[in-house]
């Protein structure tokens, strides 16, 4: 499958209401987005997904739903303060702002300005890439807090508590879904880089001999997740990082890489952070985070392995690799070949016709679909315009109610991906419609 432009998926999400440019009415607001009918429905199928793989088919797992604001000392122990930064420059001829290290030199070896060409530039300065804010009603130093640049830190900072009340021992691991914020100089490639995005994080908790065992495990299993829900394995890579690149916690990163329109991207990054979290927050708050061994009778403080993916490059990712052009009875048509699960809607009920004899069996098919999956309904347009809208959506199934249905108590299932019809009783179709689905 050809890989799409970037144009293509961007033209798709707007005119099929996946995502849209956030506050468009008054021109936009750089580099945040909505996600539309659609897109809503497919980000938190990505987001539901991740869960119940890592949390609800794993008995080792435990979830978090930690706070968004968060005090400055979180942040002070943890190193953020300190090292979330990008090297930033300015071109003193345009005014425009760049990352330093994203800034190659040209052939002659000189860097420019990607915008106007000057060669003018500031020497390079750190730029925290965290957002601060003021809790109450006065706005000074005493009441300072920041939006959270990852989940990862309420994990540490709660640890001690979801060991206690969970009754857990390593290795073991607390997952969680969230939003984060980072001030990115140079967001970009659509919903690829925002300064808003969700996360969904697992932070595994392991005793330290067995550190490099589980990065390797995750490592893998991460890798065959993407797999497994539909993007070819030839367009993802593990890449480790070399030891200039980790960052100030890591003893060890690797990133899941996907092939998107413009080259190779980050989809997930799997760290060894070993006990640097739990050791700065233990040492910053004066509580002792470690975990005692009733077997040796010792204590220790866990190593940490951590998966982390962003929820909407992850969404991205799979509508990219979904996307697909053919041709059906010499007409092309766009499809996405989405996963079941992943897909916004799993099926679409089409009555063959708005005729009140009609309408009323289209409605109770859908009754008894909607339990079973997320449905569409739609009775505008021909028929073969709807299939089509489908597939360029991505629902898997449509289920046609037409004239015969009224004698046959029947109805026809269509596939996406193979244009197959077969005839179905409308008294199993609920069963029919779950097993295809994987319901």
């Known amino acids: 499958m050809a890989a799409p432009d970037l144009d293509d998926i961007v033209r798709l999400c707007k005119q099929r209401g996946f995502v849209f440019p956030s506050a468009e009415i008054y021109g936009g607001f750089r580099s945040t987005y ?66 330093a290290d994203h800034l190659p030199a ?26 601060k804010t003021h809790v109450g009603p006065v706005e000074d130093g005493a009441n300072e807090g920041y939006l959270r ?8 900072v709660n640890f001690s508590n979801v060991l206690q009340t969970s009754r857990k021992k390593p290795p073991f691991g607390i997952a969680q879904v969230g939003k984060s914020f980072r001030n990115e100089i140079t967001p970009g490639n659509f919903v690829f880089r925002t300064r808003e995005f969700e996360q969904m994080e697992l932070e595994f908790f392991v005793p330290p001999a067995e550190a490099d065992e589980w990065f390797e495990y995750w490592c893998r299993e991460r890798l065959e997740w993407y797999v497994r829900y539909g993007i070819a394995r030839e367009r993802l890579r593990l890449r480790h990082h070399d030891k200039e690149e980790l960052s100030h916690y890591s003893a060890a990163t690797t990133d899941i890489e996907f092939l998107f329109p413009w080259g190779w991207g980050e989809l997930e990054g799997v760290a060894n952070r070993t006990d640097y979290d739990l050791r700065a927050h233990s040492e910053a708050s004066g509580v002792r985070l470690e975990y005692f061994d009733q077997a040796t009778g010792e204590s ?23 996307y697909d ?52 309904y739609d009775e505008t347009q021909s028929i073969g315009r709807r ?31 193979t244009t197959g019809q077969v005839r179905v009783p409308i008294d199993v179709l609920a069963a029919e419609v779950a097993a295809r689905v994987g319901r």
């Not at 040209?106 to 957002?131: H, I, K, Q, W, Y």
């Not at 640049?149 to 540490?156: C, K, M, S, Y």
């Open 34 to 99: 909505d996600y539309g009918p659609l897109g809503a429905l497919m980000l938190r199928n990505v987001k539901n997904l991740w869960w119940r793989t890592m949390v609800q088919l794993r008995h080792d797992v435990v979830g978090l739903d930690a706070a968004i604001l968060s005090s400055p000392r979180i942040w002070e122990a943890s190193g953020h303060l300190a090292n979330f930064t990008d090297p930033l420059v300015d071109c003193r001829s345009c005014n425009e702002r760049w990352r």
């Open 106 to 131: 040209g052939d002659d070896g000189v860097v420019r300005c990607p915008n106007c060409a000057s060669t003018d530039l500031t020497e390079a300065r750190a730029f925290n890439m965290m957002f």
């Open 149 to 156: 640049p990852e989940t990862a830190q309420g994990h540490f």
């Open 300 to 322: 220790y403080m866990p190593y940490v392995i951590e998966p982390a993916a962003g929820a909407t490059r992850t969404m991205m990712a799979f509508l990219i690799a979904a």
């Open 325 to 376: 052009t053919d041709e059906v009875g010499g007409e092309a048509r766009s499809v996405l070949r989405l996963h079941p699960d992943i897909a916004p809607y799993q099926v679409a009920v089409l009555p063959l016709s708005r005729k009140e004899t009609l309408v009323p069996v289209a409605e109770e098919v859908l009754g008894l679909l909607q339990p079973v999956a997320m449905c569409d």
């Open 387 to 417: 299939y089509r809208r489908q597939d360029e959506i991505g629902t898997p199934l449509c289920v046609t109610v037409d004239f015969d249905s009224l004698d046959d108590r029947a109805v026809t299932i269509r596939d996406r991906d």
